[in-house]
């Protein structure tokens, strides 16, 4: 199911405040990038996992190797891989995180048998969905063009 009603996205939004993103980028240019920047500039404490980047600092936050290297709290799970990698990244997240509230499959990422496992853990579950242009939409950051990328170009 990837049509969601308005009320679930924004008590998802509203009750998270600790977010691992999975496969960000360090390049400011990559949507993993700018959305987990954002998340992080509304106040939301954003973990990045990347093991090509595990060590670096991004917003502040030491980037993990994997899921199971934070040893805090996390409330949801945004996933920017591939469907097909997602089922071994929800069970990672299910072990690692016993209080886990919400996995969130990028625009593009759907995976119906991981999604099924996590709700059997009564984990919320949203795919083919982006956070930020969720949160945007919903809290009235939408520009009149129809989104926002919140990229700021000095060669405007």
Not at 39 to 57: E, F, T
Not at 103 to 121: D, F, K, L
Request: glycine share 8%; with cysteine.
């Amino acid at each position: 199911m990837t049509d969601y009603s308005d009320d679930f996205l924004r008590s998802v939004l509203k009750r998270t405040k600790v977010v691992a993103v999975v496969g960000v980028s360090m390049n400011p240019v990559r949507p993993s990038y700018y959305v987990a920047r954002y998340l992080s500039l509304k106040g939301y404490r954003v973990i990045p996992v990347n093991p090509g980047h595990a060590g670096a600092d991004l917003f502040g936050e030491t980037v993990r190797a994997s899921l199971s290297e934070i040893s805090e709290p996390v409330d949801m799970v945004d996933i920017f891989r591939r469907s097909e990698a997602v089922p071994p990244i929800v069970d990672e997240a299910l072990a690692a995180f016993p209080d886990l509230r919400t996995i969130w499959m990028q625009i593009g990422v759907e995976n119906a048998e991981a999604a099924a496992v996590a709700q059997a853990r009564g984990v919320d579950v949203v795919m083919n969905r982006c956070p930020k242009i969720e949160y945007q939409r919903l809290f009235g950051e939408l520009r009149m063009g129809g989104f926002a990328t919140g990229i700021i170009s000095s060669k405007l």
